[in-house]
């Protein structure tokens, strides 16, 4: 539904489908190219660093990166250090607990630094001289995490309906901006269905005023477009 509505807006909508799907095309690579989004890479895949928009697609692959990394029951807390010796241990133990000790800060540094190296520079100061990636991960969904509260997908759907396109910027892009919010909020009590996001994209004040007269005529056709 929202490329047959980018198809509609592009600037040269009297070209053939080709020319329309290859506007779409470069229109997005673009809008990628201009924002150059920053990863955090690893041997398990690629993540954007964290920002204020995507904590749960963030949160969700470095689950996967971790699990596969060995420390993501580190990070849960349900993996820790082992119990001190007490006093009387033999050499033979102390050497055991060394080395299980060894093994877990070993894990618990891979964990810190999986977390830490995948953060924008702005949401580094939410974890500064944290050393416990159970700590790090329990404050950072403590302070991102907005869909976990009550208030959250209310707070989350706001944020949607006042979303507008300025003209600055491929409309692609502000489609894509659009369909995140339906993906965040896809599995709580507030989902916005296909129909709603074309509703709000048709709302009066939703596009640049160069789509006006664009945005009439969708109306009018508003029943052949579901």
């Not at 509609?8 to 779409?24: E, G, K, M, R, V």
């Not at 060894?102 to 520079?121: E, G, H, P, T």
Request: glycine share 4%.
């Amino acid at each position: 539904m929202l490329y047959y509505l980018v198809f509609i807006l592009q600037p040269h909508s009297h070209t053939t489908s080709t020319a329309f799907y290859n506007a779409i095309t470069m229109d997005t690579a673009t809008a990628i190219s201009a924002n150059s989004p920053q990863y955090y890479q690893c041997k398990y895949g690629r993540v954007d660093l964290l920002n204020d928009e995507n904590y749960p697609d963030w949160s969700n692959t470095l689950i996967f990166f971790l699990t596969a990394d060995g420390t993501w029951k580190v990070v849960q807390g349900t993996d820790t250090a082992p119990a001190p010796l007490p006093a009387n241990a033999n050499a033979a133990r102390r050497a055991a607990y060394n080395a299980e000790l060894q093994d877990f800060q070993v894990r618990s540094a891979k964990a810190c630094s999986m977390i830490i190296s995948s953060l924008s520079v702005s949401y580094k100061r939410y974890v500064f001289g944290k050393t416990n990636p159970k700590d790090m991960w329990d404050t950072l969904k403590a302070q991102l995490d907005s869909l976990t509260s009550n208030s959250g997908p209310f707070i989350r759907r706001d944020q949607f309906l006042n979303e507008k396109h300025t003209g600055k910027g491929p409309i692609s892009a502000f489609f894509a901006k659009l369909q995140q919010y339906q993906t965040q909020l896809a599995n709580t009590k507030l989902p916005i269905t296909d129909f709603e996001l074309m509703l709000h994209v048709l709302k009066g004040d939703t596009l640049n005023s160069r789509f006006k007269l664009i945005v009439k005529t969708l109306r009018l056709q508003l029943g052949t477009l579901t």
